[in-house]
Nanobody, 126 residues
């Protein structure tokens, strides 16, 4: 059974940093691209970032480019999202997702994940 368990969400002040983690199990982690998506209250699900199976290729939404960094440790079956210089508009529930492919895909497929975790809440507020 595929399981994705996020952690690290918290209340942070604008300009602050957080690192989210996603512990994966139930599948061969190193074989699949992974990503992060988020959903703010009352808004649609929004793609944040994707990393290829080997970790060598990444993509970011324009809203987070230059501030967020996605990475993975295939030996630990764990995905990370380092979030720096956070803004109030980053407030959302963040979900770890697994893709049914090894490569990044395209912007048309960044929301086409086959599994999603339960989410972790990030609130950016003073």
């Amino acid at each position: 059974e595929v399981q994705l368990v996020e952690s690290g969400g918290d209340l942070v002040q604008p300009g602050g940093s957080l690192r989210l983690s996603c512990a994966a199990s139930g599948f061969r982690f190193a074989a699949y691209a992974m990503g992060w998506v988020r959903q703010a209250t009352g808004k649609d699900l929004e793609w944040v970032s994707t990393v290829s199976s080997g970790g060598g290729m990444t993509r970011y939404a324009d809203a987070v480019k230059g501030r967020f960094t996605i990475s993975r440790d295939n030996g630990k079956s764990t995905l990370y999202l380092q979030m720096d210089t956070q803004k109030p508009e980053d407030t959302a529930t963040y979900y770890c997702v697994k893709y049914p492919r090894a490569g990044l895909g395209s912007r048309r497929t960044f929301l086409d994940a086959d599994y999603r975790g339960q989410g972790t809440q990030v609130t950016v507020s003073s």
